[in-house]
């Protein structure tokens, strides 16, 4: 495998974004991450794309097609992939094969997703086609919130977990979401208590504690080490880019305060990476629901088992700790279009380790993304660092 | 890039399947070519599964995930693509380059499509989330019926082409059909007079000029050199598989009368395999409208510009012809589940080249397959041969 490096990134605001489609959001995400990369389209071998629910909500789908026609890059492959909320994460791990085997020098991954046009009911339901639906939702009735919480619950059962660990978590991230101006909730802080006592959604999860409905895109340009040599500026080495397939259902999980596939994943995404969780400086991981990434840190391995809640308590992952969590706000505070979720983590690892972030970490020379897909169907780890 | 093999092939029948779950056929094909291959579900290390509709008609998404769960495959990245007719053919491709790039020595390619269950209106109205919808369907009232009329009627008054033409394609790929027992009109044969006398659909083209609303699903075992000596029986190589893009709306093409993705994917696949169209013994290709057939002759090369019609006219590509095309029937007679049919075009190149098909061709040495998705947004062409 050669060496790949993340050449530019870009992110689109998250939040309400009115009526823009997700053809020009996605076409925004890609143009900008080419003018940050500076390369030209006609450079572009490869497109990868992101997207988990737009022929549900919006009736297109071939949007690889689409929006490679939009960006003017039509001769190589442009592939669509969907692993329901890590469909973005897979989009970038498939374009930084593309370059680690030697299929290409330039690739475009880019994630996108169009969600606050539709009513919370049909989004509740479009979510929902993420389980299986031959044993999954329709069975057991769960939403991803109730399946979440039924993960909290046994937390808190296991390991005396408390719901003020998750409601630290969403302090956390709704203050870092202040200093991003990208964030569907920058300029909207929340305190202590109004968290505390806001309403329950599926107990032991708070409204603060569950990640909002939103649109956006994001994008990265992926290349060899010759190009990025050439294209000059920080080298940001993709050290590691993993996937792992887990169970598609609640009740063929191992375990329920764990994902198998984030353990595999991160895992091989060490191995690869020569470095262990004690070299990671920052993380973005996929906090759809605090508890989320209570149960992260565990199996990335920051912390014990079980030890989740009171590492995030201590103060570990605020932005002045020893490993920032979720600078960005994470998909808590900066939103959640689904397909983009996975490359807006990339987006902000790499502005941090080049030290261009809104709010740079005092530290951040190596950082991890972690995206999830559904139950933990599908994950992609990344490790990334200044070189 | 490692040489490439298929050690193991299945299809389920195509047609109207009843309630069968996507879930089911494609768990169904995936322990077929397993058991083909005589791989067990342990020693396979990628998934990638094709499908197009699923989210749309079933509200299932995040299959790929379900489908590894159901296989009991879940430690590797198990990867779902869209590139909607295109779908199942990206599976495959995805799938051998995983094993050409050294990434595995086992992969497993699924395509599934359950489309019967649903209205007719139901159906075109997905599958026109195929066109680019901020620029395609919705402004021009395009169904692809509609769109490939239009290059038929284009492909009429530029090259005199007839409609004879189209139904020859249309008579010799339902002949076929009739030794294709898991084609959806296997004992459905119909007459020269019928065909003609059919009722127009989009003019030029008639009833037996579409292909039919279907279900079903195929896969292949992709493998290593290694691994398909071990395994043993005959090896066929994967001598190129290209994918490529190209406009997902009509006016952006450049022809009406070629897809420019599939000149493209053809002419890297002879590069890469060494051979050129007139070594291609068999092949199966995307005539989801018999007039994509005429223009699939001439865009692979097997033909000049313009001469698609006379050339199947002249019978070069019937069973007994010089190079048979879609001995299974194509997807006019075996049947069209979207996601599945680039797998099923695998499946009865791969029993030619072993000569275990129903009917074999009577030389079968290197098979071509030609997968479109949409307005040809997204391509992919292999080339097998018996090695």
Redesign the interface.
Known sequence: MRKVYVAGVFSTPFGKLGDA?I??LAIAAGIGAMADAKVSSEAVEH?YFGN??A??L?????L???V??GLR????????????CASGG?AF??AA?AVA???CDIALAVGAEVMTGSTTEQVT??L???????SGEPLTGLTFAGFFSLLARRHMAVYGTTMDHFAYVAKKNRDNAQYNPRAQFFGHPVTWEKIQQSRLIAEPLRLYDCCPISDGASAAIIVSENVAKALGGTMIEVLAST???????LQ?MDSLTSL??VR?AAQAAYETAHVGPEDIDIAEVHDCFSAAEVIAMEDLGFCGPGEGGPYIASGSTLWDGERPVNLSGGLLSKGHPVGATGLAQVYEVVQQLRGTADRPARRARIGLTHNV??TG??VVINILART
């Open positions: 489609s053809k020009s497109l988990f629910a022929g549900m919006q009736g297109q789908k071939m690889a097609a689409v490679a026609s890059l039509t001769l190589g492959p442009a592939t669509a992939v969907e692993g329901a897979i791990h498939l094969l085997t030697g299929q339901n479009v929902a086609s993420a389980m299986d639906q031959a996937q792992a397939a887990g169970p598609a259902a063929e198998s596939a595999h897909g559904g169907g599908a």
